[in-house]
């Protein structure tokens, strides 16, 4: 049994804890306990536990306020919070410590010697995996005295309601009336050298580095950043990888009953903290604690007559989870891509059978390109509900690099030149090594009939799209028809996986090949524009009201029933017939369409009925049905002038391959947007058989509501059949638990290592006042910032400057008001860069950080031939 000291039951010694006893001693205090009963240098002391915090509460009267505090007030008004936050703080403050809690501080006090203490808060909800809460509760160094020792544990106590505090446990949904704190009360270290070790480096994400900090005197300067300290970059073997010394300017030393910050003495500014034996024995010390923990550590550090201490050890919570399955260690370096930033767009994560879908459709690529079923993908990999993809066997040739590169680039700019830095500083680790392309060469036959097919559309591309059109719509009906029939788990996951999954992906992809020509086009018309006529910009008029593209069809469809609803003076509803018949058409859609977990606007029209709300609203002038036309004539004209040119300039010939060029663009091109409509109409029909089997599981008593099927896997499904499957409620809760955690990701990297580097961008240039992204479509627009995270409810007035993450096919209606568009992601031919030079639109994607670094009503111009956007004074 631990030991209790002063027999109350409201103290316990740190020696006598493990990580057991986290629900009474908080986060830290279990974690130092744990420290110590691996054998690391952690200095004495004792904890006042959870009940004494609860005592106090109970003493004081303060149930109900708590109560209020968390129920009660909404995190969405960060002023209301912070003034009720901190309003319950100092009650707490001047809260009286119950008789019995105060006797048992001092005794253990006592205990431990008296003398100089830290005092520190421990929250049963820090410094976990999931959220540290480094810095939301409140220490107190250099107390000595009984008093002086229990009026820094009630401080601690009412740290628990620092408003910093508060706010983060609601944005991280650990806002309870349960939640409480323990103090941590430990022998003052009065540190010569203190600093910080990351056992994997927080700044790239690699488990195989760690990262060193250090400066003189106490830690809470370097803990609180006002000291930039002397740092090393560690090989998890000690050896130092890179090291820079710092100018220290400042000091925390003891002075009086706390601390204070000093200018540093000046021999010691520019001196070097450790030499290299204390380095090494940092970085010993880190891997002993990482080991024991079994997960990477930031653990602050003290060190004293020569000796190292260690006084805190909690989980690293901001690193991005390597992608599963993990490779094995003779693999070597992988390297991975990003599906969900590079071909979407999409930062937010897949629900968990989303993610069995694509495995499934990417098995049944794979089984029709190769005959062979291929139920496991390896090269399909997952972290935090986003799906990589392993390209590491098509880049063992060092000139297959920039090939990718520039592919990747079609889509993302910034994929591409980051994908070259990457070669240029670690590519020798994947380059020459034993590989192969193994799957990749098995496409061949696959990749012929779809050469064919593109053959063919470049000979007769009207006659190929309307081929194409009529082939995917039947391949679809018919799937839709099979699957009515579906009755028993076993059957319903083999339909996604061989029907779904194979021929659906054929049906995915003949769109693709059919489309190419004209994407092919594209780049061949605007090369010989700027080498014939000097100037690749003609070719943009062209680019505009491309024809057949089904999202710009979709956008104006819903102007046009606006305008209707409003002549009829009629409220949009699902009744009406106009708006059952858009529906009816355009129904499988939705935002984050790519997953079956995402409700259909069919199901859920509310997004639809507030974009024709907002289109009824818009002036007259703002006709975008009139606006389109405009542009397509004027595309025809700039089209038919560009081919006179060419004649003239290079000859009939010459003129005539370059029309045939033109209209191959242009009756093909608009494709771009059809395999995705058509992949969400399969992925629809995949959501209403696992819906189906949901509403099985709660028949069943397996599950509380239909929907809670997306948050299991096939697995789960056929187990429930077999009678084993376990609690599925409960492994359906926690994984919707971890869904919505990462759904407030901010970022996403486009590349990952399988050591865990983590590759967001690549650094942009920019000036004063001055973001830098990637021209996409051409124009110059100034107005205000209206920063869209999800554009379902957004409010975006006409001509405002529409800045969000990225776009998908249901963003498409948003830019019929937007004066401008500026995106996070995307290159020239994602998506919102597609539709935005259909609509004459300027646009700039790839500017970093956009959705955090501008603000709602900022004005600013929006220029797509430069890439800039500039900040501009308000009026």
């Known amino acids: 049994m631990p030991r209790v000291l002063g027999e109350s039951g409201l103290t316990l010694g740190l020696e006598a804890m493990d990580q057991r006893d986290l629900p009474v001693a908080g986060g830290k205090g279990a974690s130092l306990g744990a420290m110590l009963q691996a054998g690391l240098p952690v200095p004495e002391g004792f904890a006042v536990l959870t009940e004494a915090y609860r005592s106090f509460v109970r003493h004081n009267g303060f149930e109900e306020a708590v109560r209020q505090l968390v129920q009660e007030v909404a995190p969405d008004d960060p002023e209301v919070l912070a003034e009720a936050a901190q309003a319950l703080k100092d ?23 008296g003398g100089l203490v830290v005092v520190r808060s421990s929250a049963t909800a820090e410094d976990l995996p999931g959220a540290s809460f480094a810095g939301q509760h409140d220490s107190f160094l250099n107390i000595a005295g009984e008093e002086e020792v229990s009026d820094a544990v009630r401080r601690c106590w009412a740290s628990l309601w620092n408003p910093r505090a508060v706010s983060y446990r609601k944005r991280v949904g650990l806002d309870t009336t349960d939640i409480a704190i323990a103090v941590v009360v430990q022998r003052m270290i009065d540190a010569e050298r203190s600093g910080v ?43 130092v990888l890179d090291h820079r010394l710092a100018d220290k300017e400042v000091i925390t030393v003891r002075e009086g009953k706390g601390t204070v910050e000093r200018p540093m003495p000046e021999d010691r500014r520019r001196a070097v903290t450790l ?101 496991e993908v390896p ?30 680039s079609d889509k993302d700019p910034i994929t591409g030149q980051a994908l070259l830095a990457f070669q240029e500083r670690e590519g020798d680790r994947i380059i020459g090594r034993k590989g192969g392309i193994g799957f ?29 059109l009529a082939e995917t719509d039947a391949a679809i009906r018919e799937i839709e028809a099979e699957a009515e029939g579906l009755t028993t788990m076993g059957e319903r996951v083999a339909f996604i996986r061989d029907v779904l999954g194979r021929r659906g992906a054929i049906t995915w992809i003949i769109p693709v090949a059919v489309m190419n020509p004209g994407l092919m086009a594209e780049g061949a018309v605007r090369r010989k524009v700027g080498e ?52 009816r058409r355009y129904g499988h859609r939705a935002i984050w369409e790519i997953d079956p977990g995402i409700p259909r606007w069919a199901e859920d029209p509310a997004y639809v009925l507030d974009l024709i709300r907002g289109y009824m609203e818009a002036p007259e002038d703002a006709d975008q049905e009139a606006q389109f036309l405009r542009n397509r004539a004027e595309a025809e004209e700039a089209a038919a002038t560009l081919v006179s040119r060419v004649r003239e300039a290079k000859g009939r010939l010459r003129g005539g391959l370059f029309a045939w060029q033109l209209r191959c663009y242009r009756e093909l091109a608009g494709l771009r947007e059809q395999p995705k409509f058509e992949g969400a109409r399969m992925i629809t029909i995949t959501r209403r ?33 077999g009678g084993h499957a376990g609690d599925l409620r409960a492994k359906a809760a926690t994984a919707r638990a971890a869904y919505d955690s990462e759904m407030g990701r901010r970022a996403v990297p486009r590349w990952m290592t399988s050591d865990g580097e983590c590759i967001f961008g690549v650094p942009a240039e920019e000036g004063e006042g001055v973001l830098a992204g ?33 776009t998908d096919p249901a963003w498409t209606p948003l830019f019929l008001r937007a004066g401008a568009l500026v995106m996070e992601t995307g290159g020239a031919v994602s998506h919102g860069s597609i539709v935005a030079r259909e609509y004459g639109l300027p646009a700039v994607a790839g500017v970093a950080d956009a959705t955090e670094r501008l603000r709602d009503g900022q004005m600013v111009q929006v220029n797509g031939e430069t890439g800039q956007v500039t900040l501009l004074a308000d009026d």
């Open 91 to 113: 009650r707490f403050i001047a809260g009286e410590i119950p008789g019995p809690v105060a006797e048992a501080i001092h005794r253990a006090y006592e205990d431990l010697g």
């Open 379 to 408: 090269w399909l990999k997952v972290a935090a509900g986003r799906i990589f993809a392993d390209i590491t066997e098509l880049l063992r040739k060092p000139g297959r690099w920039p090939q990718l590169a520039e592919a990747a």
């Open 440 to 468: 990749w060469w098995r496409l061949g036959p696959l990749l012929a009939r779809l050469g064919w097919r593109g053959l063919l559309a470049t000979l007769n591309p009207e006659r190929a799209r309307i081929r194409v």
């Open 774 to 806: 990637l021209p996409v479509s051409a124009g110059s627009h100034t107005g205000r910032v209206r920063v869209v995270l999800h554009p379902s409810g957004a409010k975006l007035e006409q001509g405002e400057v529409l800045v969000c993450r990225g």
């Open 689 to 721: 058989i696992l819906h189906a089997a949901g509403g099985d599981l709660v028949a069943q008593g397996h599950l509380d509501q239909a929907a809670d099927v997306f948050f299991l896997g096939f697995e789960d499904l056929l187990a429930a059949e």
């Open 532 to 583: 014939w006529l000097g100037d690749e910009g003609l070719f943009t008029p062209v680019q505009r009201a491309l024809p057949h593209n089904v999202t710009t069809e979709m956008g104006l469809e819903l102007w046009r029933l606006a305008r209707r609803l409003k002549d009829e003076g009629k409220e949009p509803s699902p009744q009406h017939p106009g708006v059952s018949e858009f529906l």
């Open 275 to 375: 030499d290299p034996p204390e380095v090494a024995e940092l970085a010993a010390l880190g891997r002993r604690a990482q080991a024991h923990f079994g997960s990477p550590q930031d653990l602050e550090w003290a060190i004293a007559d020569g000796k190292v201490y260690l006084v805190q050890s909690r989980p690293i919570t901001s690193l991005f989870p390597l992608p599963e399955p993990l490779p094995k260690s003779t693999d070597g370096l992988r390297l991975y891509l990003c599906f969900n930033v590079h071909a979407q767009q999409m930062l937010e994560p897949i629900t968990p059978m989303g993610i069995d879908y694509w495995r499934a459709l990417v098995g049944g690529f794979a089984h029709a390109a190769t005959g062979r079923p291929e139920r």
């Open 197 to 239: 070790i990351f056992t994997a480096n927080p700044l790239d994400h690699r488990r195989d580095r760690m990262l060193l900090s250090a400066s003189f005197g106490l830690g809470e300067a370097v803990v609180g950043g006002a000291v930039s300290p002397d740092s090393w970059v560690l090989a998890h073997s000690g050896e």
